[in-house]
């Protein structure tokens, strides 16, 4: 089974739809990471977490939500989905407390907004 | 604020040829770079990080980087490509007591045979 999972694989949805989109591992890492990758632009961080209790907004926050349910749980939800949300999202764990320990990424969701 | 640059968005190469794929970062304190690899329809994946000491790091299949500080690159090169190094490659900084990432805009690598 794969450490770091993520649900849907796709979804297509629809303008002002409340989406969520769910991350799970098990690699028993405290820190979570939720990016969009779009064609040319590379991975932006949406937002990052070292711990249940600590969450922290990444670079193109605004749109989006987090909630850390648990150590190895991490979902990402878009309020109200506009086109321009249409991307590529990856969620990666990584270990420990330092930034250069490897990220783990999970498989992707790509999500359609029409 | 650290910044990556991919100067290829694509870089196509025939099978068994040399590639270089070129990263160049922007920063005024010292960095950590990486180098992750996205296989057709995967998540990404390390291929090779500098932290310090020698600046020639290598990977397990082949790949090799070299952090220049004078020139703030960290190139990656292949001296004999194989299809199965099709994929784009990311280069990613982090600033040394940042808590992120940030990426390249990636290169897609194409060997033809």
């Known amino acids: 089974d794969a450490d770091v999972t993520q649900t849907p694989r796709n979804r297509i949805t629809k303008t002002g739809k409340r989406i969520m989109l769910e991350c799970s591992q098990t690699?028993?890492?405290?820190?979570m990471y939720w990016y969009r990758q779009d064609p040319g632009l590379g991975l932006q961080l949406i937002y990052y977490s070292f711990d249940v209790k600590d969450i922290n907004k990444g670079e193109i926050s605004d749109g989006y939500s987090v909630s850390r349910q648990a150590q190895a749980k991490f979902s990402l939800s878009l309020e109200s989905a506009i086109p321009n949300q249409t991307a590529l999202y990856f969620c990666?764990?990584?270990?420990?407390?330092?930034?250069?320990?490897?990220?783990?990424f999970g498989p992707g969701t790509r999500l359609t907004v029409l | 604020a650290q910044s990556v640059t991919q100067l290829d968005s694509q870089v196509p190469v025939f099978e068994e040829a040399p590639v270089e794929l070129r990263c160049n970062y922007s920063s005024s304190v010292s960095v950590y770079l990486f180098w992750y690899v996205q296989y057709p329809n995967q998540g990404l994946q390390l291929l090779l990080k500098?932290?310090?000491?020698?600046?020639l790091v290598e990977s397990i299949n082949g790949f090799e980087a070299e952090f220049n500080k004078s020139q703030t690159s960290f190139h990656l090169r292949k001296p004999s490509v194989h299809i199965s190094d099709t994929a784009e490659y990311f280069c990613a900084v982090s600033e040394k007591g940042a808590q992120k990432l940030v990426f390249g805009q990636g290169t897609r690598l194409t060997i033809n045979p």
């Open positions: 690699k028993g890492h405290d820190r």
């Open positions: 500098y932290l310090s000491g020698s600046t």
């Open positions: 990666a764990t990584s270990e420990g407390t330092e930034i250069y320990n490897e990220q783990f």
